[in-house]
């Protein structure tokens, strides 16, 4: 166990010193590769950042979301109840509430408690009972609205789509721009990583080869590269973490500024988490070039 | 125990140079493998280490079927059996003691057993004193002596030379020898591929005899022709 250990620690000891040389030794190329992955990242964090902050948005809407389904005023009360029933049984519907002509009036009296003079020109009561139902996905809201105007007890169906309908439609987009630009800069990245890694393998395949003859694993020969390789993509990460850190309050207010009618409020814990994504895409994109890179040389 | 089966080996480009060799070497032996450039001396050789498959029959070193060996069992195998290049193969960045050292750190050993075994192994080969010098300062003899440390510093059980004398003067390789024979008594096997005639008629050991790709002959106690 303890000749185990002292093994690996010595493999651990070759290959740092190994992957600290390497980097330093094409120092030109491995910044280039730490800022493709520093800029990389960047999107990456923005991407992350605006599509956090629509969901949050979303969630919040989605949270007010009604369908109202305004009732005919001879609806039979027993009717009424079995089409409460059918909508609390229904699988899209998340909340159900049941207000009367008389809950509306006083609503409407509430509501209107500081001009009573319009009041006053209401004789009886106009208003409808209705019943209004919260979703549980904003996207199914047509579908339900299609349902409710299905029912005879049902006079008039109104959706506050349009809010959240375009909400929805620059979630969506930003998400797809996101993916599209995140998966293009992560091929440049790995393309500048694996590279970089290649500049250090080629200069030593000599090595590698008689590494190969005098009984190396490629695991012993792989590491030092892949370490160099982490190496570049960890430190892309920290200038990434350090920019984002740096910015990421003052944004937060003014993107806050900008949209003030929407709750966007996201975790404190959030820029911890992004700078923890981050440092492991980094090190995943790292450990990922260098891999392809050794790839070709081990085949002796 | 190395064993051959009927093997043939020819290459991707039509060139055959093993044709049907059935060969037995046991622990300990020491042989000579001898033949004219071309003779299939050089692929026997990478088909111990499996550096090359061949192309039909079975190589067996100590029982294990080397066409069935795991790529990740491959290490183990090189570092039962080890080959003294006939280009030597070593490290112009790194000095002597390194080169040597270098065969241990692949193997994962500790730093005391480096500082301990090298050492060692350079004063078997007489270079105890040049364990600073980097291999471009170094005689011909000297780097096929650094070659010869190598290889003999992580113990193999079996030890292949590839033309080892094949570019030093006749003293030196009359040392290299005796530095094998030395090896071999410690209970090495020695597998020794030759040109140098001399040296065989001298020491009257076995000798296997390739002649395009085929055993011509394969005697003990003999000489080389």
């Keep these: 166990m303890v000749r ?17 040389v390497n980097f330093w030794r094409h120092r030109a190329m491995s910044l280039a590769a730490v800022f493709a992955a520093a800029v990389m990242m960047l999107m990456l964090n923005g991407f ?21 389904a305004y009732l005919k005023d001879d609806a039979p009360p027993a009717e009424i ?6 909508l609390r049984a229904n699988p899209l519907v998340a909340d159900v509430t049941f207000l009367s002509k008389d809950d509306a009036m006083a609503r409407l009296k509430q509501q209107l408690a500081d001009r009573r003079d319009l009041l006053e020109m209401v004789t009886g009561n106009p208003l409808p009972a209705s019943v209004e139902v ?28 349009d ?14 721009a996101g993916i ?17 890694i290649r500049l250090a393998v080629y200069a030593r395949r000599q090595e590698i080869e008689i590494m190969k003859l005098v009984g190396a694993t490629d695991w012993f020969i792989r590491w030092p590269f892949v370490l160099e390789g982490v190496l570049c993509g960890l430190l892309g990460a920290l200038l990434t973490s350090a920019l984002v850190g740096a910015a990421y309050e003052p944004m937060q207010l003014q993107f806050l500024s900008l949209v003030q009618f929407l709750p966007v409020n996201l975790e404190p814990d959030f820029p911890l988490r992004l700078a923890g994504l981050t440092a492991a895409v980094g090190v995943a994109i790292g450990a990922a070039g260098s891999y392809i890179s050794v790839r070709r040389f081990l085949d002796v | ?54 192309s039909s029959g079975r190589v067996f070193i100590d029982g294990q079927d080397l066409a069935r060996l795991r790529r990740r069992d491959v290490p183990h195998l090189r570092r039962k059996v080890s080959v003294i290049f006939q280009d030597f193969k070593l490290l112009p960045q790194k ?81 290299t020898v005796q530095l094998l024979v030395r090896v071999n008594a410690l209970g090495t096997t020695i597998v020794f591929a030759t040109h140098n005639s001399e040296l065989v008629n001298t020491l009257r050991r076995r000798v296997i005899a390739l002649e395009g790709g085929r055993i011509v002959r394969d005697q003990i106690n003999a000489g080389y022709d």
């Design chain 1, 4 to 20: 185990t250990l002292s093994r690996v620690a010595e493999v651990v000891r070759y290959a740092v010193a190994s992957a600290a």
């Design chain 1, 48 to 68: 992350v950042i605006v599509v956090s902050n629509l969901n949050v948005a979303l969630g919040a809407l989605e949270q007010k979301v009604n369908v109202i």
């Design chain 1, 81 to 86: 109840a079995k089409l409460q029933d059918r």
């Design chain 1, 134 to 161: 919260r979703l549980k996905d904003a996207n199914r809201i047509a579908d339900l609205a299609a349902q409710l105007r299905r029912e005879t007890v049902v006079e008039d169906v109104t959706l506050q789509q």
């Design chain 1, 163 to 176: 809010v959240v309908d375009n909400l929805l439609r620059i979630t969506n987009f930003a998400r797809a």
């Design chain 1, 180 to 196: 599209v630009m995140v998966a293009s800069l992560v091929g440049i990245t790995l393309f500048v990583i694996v590279n970089t």
């Design chain 2, 1 to 54: 125990m190395i064993v051959l089966h009927n093997v043939t080996k020819t290459y991707p480009n039509g060139v055959s140079a093993l044709s049907n060799v059935d060969l037995q070497i046991p622990e300990r032996d020491f042989c000579f493998l001898v033949g004219p450039s071309g003779a299939g001396k050089s692929t026997f050789i990478r088909l111990l280490i499996r550096e090359e498959l061949p």
């Design chain 2, 95 to 175: 000095t002597v003691f390194e080169n040597v050292a270098f065969a241990l750190e692949v193997s994962g050993h500790s730093r005391a057993e480096v500082q301990q075994l090298v050492p060692e192994t350079l004063d078997l080969v007489g270079l105890a004193d040049k364990a600073d010098r980097y291999p471009s300062l170094l005689s011909g003899g000297e780097q096929q002596r650094v070659a010869i440390a190598r290889a003999l510093v992580r113990r193999p059980s079996i030890l292949v030379a590839d033309e080892p004398t094949g570019n030093l003067d006749p003293d030196t390789a009359a040392q």
